[in-house]
Nanobody, 122 residues
Framework: QVQVVESGGGLVQPGGSLTLSCTATGSGFTIYAMGWFRQAPGKQRELVATITSGGSANYADSVKGRFTISRDNTKNTAYLQMNSLKPEDTAVYYC????????????????WGPGTQVTVSS
């Protein structure tokens, strides 16, 4: 019983900044990684950034140097700081949380949030 919710999306001008948040709620699980994905109109969903519980981060080439992913393990929350935004960044951004259930014998599960819209336009 895990719920994932994103927040922070909105409209921003090119060159502007925006910060997204993702929080996983529930009990009986341990998060080992969280990631941000995005899907633009007419395109397939793509990986934006991931971060492990230990703080190891990876980024897509298209956002490297502009976006920063971080986390607060005590609150089961991940953030995506987006700077120097471009119109090409316009998409619905989804958070994916990868967990290990405490009563599942070590089995791993993945949960998606409903998404938050980011629009970069002047």
């Amino acid at each position: 019983q895990v719920q994932v919710v994103e927040s922070g999306g909105g409209l921003v001008q090119p060159g502007g900044s925006l910060t997204l948040s993702c929080t996983a709620t529930g009990s009986g699980f341990t998060i080992y990684a969280m990631g941000w994905f995005r899907q633009a109109p007419g395109k397939q969903r793509e990986l934006v950034a991931t971060i492990t519980s230990g703080g190891s981060a990876n980024y897509a080439d298209s956002v490297k140097g502009r976006f920063t992913i971080s986390r607060d393990n005590t609150k089961n929350t991940a953030y995506l700081q987006m700077n120097s935004l471009k119109p090409e960044d316009t998409a619905v951004y989804y958070c994916n949380t990868m967990i290990t259930g405490h009563t599942s014998g070590g089995a791993k599960f993945s949960y998606w949030g409903p998404g938050t819209q980011v629009t970069v336009s002047s």
